[in-house]
């Protein structure tokens, strides 16, 4: 592998990579004002056109991306973004189009709202839902700012929320910022909700029972019916992260498990562009009883015509600019159109046969604290292999070395050393067994030559970094004379 240097390295005084031609117009001076101005050029890099070019298009090739191979990230459902969804996002009509605009020269893009609010809620079984959150996280703050302003209008906001010890990190965040404490709720030994658990810490100053469903470990709770029941039955709400979506689409609903409130990722079920390729979106679906307090607008369906609607005196107003990220919205409506929902069904089907797979390949050389099946993600530890002084971050860094990118490490917490992945329908066969054959290989490596998983990644464009050191003392400008 070629390791390209800093662009300060391959420097020289007086290279230029632009040439502009004479001055043809007089000159005039104070243009500026008297604004200040740098007295001195700033120290950039001299180089080439050409140099400019062949150093960033060699950077670029050292980047990993789902275009290249498997991510199998754990919970982070990184599947492949079909080309057709950008195309059509693309479209001057969609991507030009003013959010200033008025409604009657916006009516297709309203419509294209309205039409994936429709197939959100017949996917989620609510029967209301919002595109307005810009990302999950958001999605699951805006879900508690709903059954927060129900409650309260109902004269008790409560106190409490109960949150499972394998939940998503945001979930105890987004409580708090709604002026609620956190409550855990054990799991039990099969890797689910602790029912027993629940019914002791479900009281009447419980606002909501937070849960993810199938959970972080890929594990469906099986008694959902039942948790909605106990909570319903005390006044509190039922929300559902929806993470992992990807394992139930076109199969079953969460609304009809009982389910209040759910909040969907865009960027993950439902192929938009995830992390840096974003942004993302992170739509909430609604049972009838919290929909008035919604976010507005609203996009409402008057006879033939599509309006934006601020007429909800119960809503808990703009939690985004205009309407959210609504080119994300479109290149999910394309995707959700494209496959139809028999094709959504045999997507969250190939989703938990590829994780299943995975599994049954790497059962007994990877440890698994978890003997319940799992459906769309698995998630191993790194105890078989800490015998030998080997563990999860270890196998990551090795698996650099295979051109594979490493899977969610050291979550859920309830799992040490934890080793989180999920496939995606994307994957064919033969890139799971690629994956499957480099985690045996790094096995066996671990019980031979564990020094060498220590000094891993050995090929990649950058060795192991110090991560502590790299976050205590941050470089974040080079200078001449310092080490790469």
Not at 472 to 483: A, C, S, Y
Request: charged fraction near 25%; charge should be negative.
């Amino acid at each position: 592998m070629i390791h390209e240097p800093l662009i300060y390295k391959i420097s020289d005084e007086g290279k230029r990579a632009y040439k502009l031609p004479p001055l043809d117009v007089p000159e005039k001076e104070n243009l500026l004002n008297n604004l200040p101005t740098r007295e001195t050029n700033p120290d950039f890099p001299e180089v080439s056109e050409i140099e400019v070019v062949r150093h960033f298009t060699r950077l670029s090739q050292t980047n990993y991306c789902i275009d290249i191979g498997l991510y199998p990230l754990g919970s982070c459902t990184m599947k492949y973004n079909p080309k057709i969804n950008e195309k059509i996002a693309g479209l001057s009509g969609l991507s030009s189009v003013h959010p200033l605009a008025d409604d009657e020269l916006s009516q297709g893009n309203l419509e294209i709202i309205w039409k994936l609010e429709e197939a959100l809620a017949e996917i989620t079984g609510l029967p209301v839902c919002s595109l307005q959150p810009s990302a999950g996280a958001q999605g699951e703050l805006v879900g508690m700012m709903l059954i927060r302003a129900c409650l309260e209008a109902k004269g008790d906001p409560r106190k409490l929320v109960l949150i499972p010890d394998s939940a998503h990190g945001t979930n105890p965040s987004s409580a708090h910022l709604c002026g609620y404490r956190v409550q855990e709720v054990k799991s039990n030994e099969k890797g689910q909700l602790d029912l027993d658990d629940l019914d002791r810490e479900m009281t009447e100053e419980v606002a909501a029972v937070m849960i993810t469903n199938p959970n972080t470990l890929g594990i469906f709770e099986t008694n959902i019916c039942r948790i909605s029941e106990i909570v319903h039955s005390r006044g509190g709400f039922v929300y559902m992260d929806g993470a992992n979506m990807n394992a139930l689409m076109g199969i079953c609903r969460p609304g009809d498990m009982g389910v209040d409130v759910l909040h969907l990722n865009l960027h993950k079920t439902f192929s938009t562009p995830h992390g840096g390729g974003g942004p993302g979106s992170g739509p909430v679906c609604v049972s009838q009883e919290l929909a008035p307090y919604l976010p507005i607008p609203r996009v409402e369906k008057k006879v033939e015509e599509f309006v934006l609607d601020f007429a909800q005196p119960k809503s808990i107003g703009r939690v985004q600019a205009f309407y959210g990220n609504f080119l994300v919205a479109v290149k999910a409506l394309t995707y959700i159109l494209n496959l139809g929902s028999a094709g959504l069904k045999e997507a969250a089907e190939i989703a938990v046969l590829n994780s299943r797979y995975i599994r049954a390949c790497l059962e007994g050389t990877y440890h698994l604290q978890y003997e319940t099946p799992t459906l769309h993600e698995c998630v191993f530890s790194d105890k078989i292999q800490k015998e030998h002084g080997v563990n999860n971050i270890d196998i990551a860094k090795r698996l650099i070395d295979f051109d594979l990118h490493p899977p969610t490490m050291s979550f859920p917490l309830i799992v040490p050393g934890a080793l989180m992945i999920e496939p995606t329908e994307t994957e064919s066969k033969e890139d799971l067994d690629r994956f499957v054959g480099a985690m045996l290989e790094i096995a066996k490596e671990a019980a031979e030559s564990p020094d060498l998983l220590k000094a891993a990644p050995l090929v990649s464009y950058v060795r192991r970094l110090d991560e502590t050191a790299a976050a205590r003392n941050p470089i974040l400008r080079w200078q001449p004379g310092q080490e790469d």
